[in-house]
Nanobody, 121 residues
């Protein structure tokens, strides 16, 4: 079964940068909106950034100007460039995508398992 697989998390100091990647584990027909969510301990999962297939983006206010979402439609892959990281950015980051597995399949929402981002002060 196809899954979304994240990579690129880790430990970084305040002010540092990380780049997350997310791609399907197998071949798919296409992807509509894809995005990144995060969940810190004790908090609800929240939207960080999203991107439609035609390039429209949306960001949480807390990351505007610091994070950039991008995507490679040919690879159905999205990226999250995170700059000027703050301790409050510490969370598990999850990839989310509305994927169409085959040409005649109905698009469904898929989640990755998450990747830990820790920002130390």
């Amino acid at each position: 079964q196809v899954q979304l697989v994240e990579s690129g998390g880790g430990l970084v100091q305040v002010g540092g940068s990380l780049r997350l990647s997310c791609a399907p584990s197998g071949s798919i027909f296409g992807a509509a909106t894809m995005g990144w969510y995060r969940q810190a301990p004790g908090n609800q999962r929240e939207l960080v950034a999203s991107s439609t297939s035609d390039g429209r983006t949306n960001y949480a206010d807390s990351v505007k100007g610091r994070f950039t979402i991008s995507r490679d439609n040919a690879k159905n892959t999205i990226y999250l460039q995170m700059n000027s990281l703050k301790p409050e950015d510490t969370a598990v980051y999850y990839c989310n995508g509305n994927l169409q597995l085959t040409r005649f399949a109905i698009a469904r929402t898929y989640w990755g398992r998450g990747t830990q981002v820790t920002v130390s002060s």
